[in-house]
């Protein structure tokens, strides 16, 4: 197994647990908690899942793969969106 496969398959299985802990903190957390978890959980998994497609695809960059971009893209966004949101929850 080389580098770039080793490291995006420890990279996809991190956000897919992260993913799964905050499906767990969504039991436990208060309620105004309760729909960033779930959506949080959601892209984390879905941003996992594309490490993986990254290794079945050997990148997005060489040659661009479009769609690959445009998913990983779209999770970063995700990701800044709740890490926004959750600051919003906590200071109200």
Not at 28 to 52: C, H, M, Q, R, W
């Amino acid at each position: 197994m080389d580098e770039f496969t080793r490291f995006n398959l420890y990279e996809g299985s991190f956000w897919i647990l992260l993913g799964i802990v905050s499906y767990i903190l969504h039991k436990i957390l208060p309620e105004k908690y309760k729909k960033t978890t779930i959506v949080a959980g959601t892209i984390f998994i879905l941003f996992g899942i594309s490490d993986n497609m990254e290794i079945k695809t050997s990148g997005f960059l060489y040659p661009i793969i479009w769609w690959l971009l445009a998913w990983k893209v779209a999770c970063v966004v995700g990701i800044i969106f709740i890490v926004v949101w959750y600051f919003k929850l906590r200071l109200n």
